[in-house]
């Protein structure tokens, strides 16, 4: 995935770049209506696929939507520049736009199956940012024309109806995974001890002196789900993922104690945290649809 996700990342750069390139080069024939449009169009796909790219290689919430903000708004402002003030405001609120509606798609997208999604908003990309060159260069080559009628509504539909066709058989043989969906092939004694686990919800270690909460991560969410600990007594989490799937219950965070977005791979992981304030405290999977609380004394 992260070699995919360099690759896009490079195909975007450059045509991008070039795309800006070609509006800075022609900026006297491209002015007001066309340029604008040009620009908030650059800036939307740009910042929604940049958004998507970075959301699924970082998984960190803050982190994705300020880069991509910023990324945005960069591209909508170098994309209207040369166009004038109108264009450079329009271009600069749509990059912000296209890039936070990125981020957050591509937070969502790292629990699914983000190659085959991603590389479809790559498609996207692709024939957008394609269009934009030629318009260019139609626009601003008079000896250059494209007639749109000539292209027949029926091979749209034809293609459109090959692409959900396509989409439709990778998600009915399982490259698409949906968040909490638990595998078939999982073997059986692990689905039976994962429902054994589920009935022993809560422990508490209060009185012990170095506390440690052994945690089962199932289908139905985690066992124990509530966790009675002592104010200022280290605790260590040995959670047990026996789960194979791409869902987000591979991802745990803890966000009050600093705890954030820890990839729980099969097997055992290891956690420690202090809790340095009494209340109820909430840990959960990556996208907070399975939840538990800690309870600190």
Do not use: W
Not at 129 to 154: C, D, Q, R, W
Not at 202 to 230: C, H, Q, W
């Amino acid at each position: 995935m992260t070699i995919f996700s360099i690759i896009s990342a490079a195909i975007v750069a450059l045509g991008t770049g070039y795309s800006i390139y070609l509006v800075y080069r022609n900026k006297t024939k491209l002015t007001n209506t066309p340029g604008i449009l040009l620009s908030m169009v650059i800036a939307v796909i740009t910042g929604l696929l940049t958004g998507s790219i970075v959301g699924i290689t970082s998984g960190e919430t803050f982190l994705v939507v300020g880069v991509t903000m910023i990324i945005g708004f960069i591209v909508g402002f170098l994309a209207g520049h040369p166009v004038g003030i109108l264009a450079i405001l329009m271009g600069s609120i749509s990059g912000l736009i296209g890039g936070i509606n990125g981020a957050l798609l591509g937070l969502f997208l790292q629990f699914i199956n983000p190659t085959i999604l991603l590389g479809i908003l790559l498609g996207f990309y692709i024939v957008i940012i394609g269009f934009v060159m030629v318009y260019i260069h139609v626009a601003t080559n008079s000896k250059s024309s494209i007639n749109t009628e000539e292209l027949s509504p029926f091979a749209i539909i034809a293609g459109g109806i090959v692409l959900v066709t396509l989409f439709l058989f990778f998600y009915s043989s399982d490259m698409v995974k949906i968040p909490g969906q638990t595998d078939s092939t999982q073997p059986q004694t692990t689905q039976e001890s994962s429902k054994q686990e589920v009935s022993k919800t809560e422990v508490d270690v209060t009185k012990e002196t170095t506390p440690s909460v052994k945690m089962l991560v199932t289908a139905k969410g985690y066992s124990p789900n509530v966790i009675r600990v002592k104010k200022g007594i280290p605790v260590e989490l040995d959670i047990e993922n026996p789960l194979e799937n791409n869902s987000c219950l591979s991802t745990f965070m803890i966000p009050d104690f600093n705890i954030n977005n820890v990839e729980l791979k099969v097997g055992t992981t290891k956690l420690s945290f202090t809790p340095d304030k009494t209340g109820e405290y909430i840990f959960s999977c990556g996208m907070q649809m399975f939840k538990g609380t800690i309870i600190v004394e």
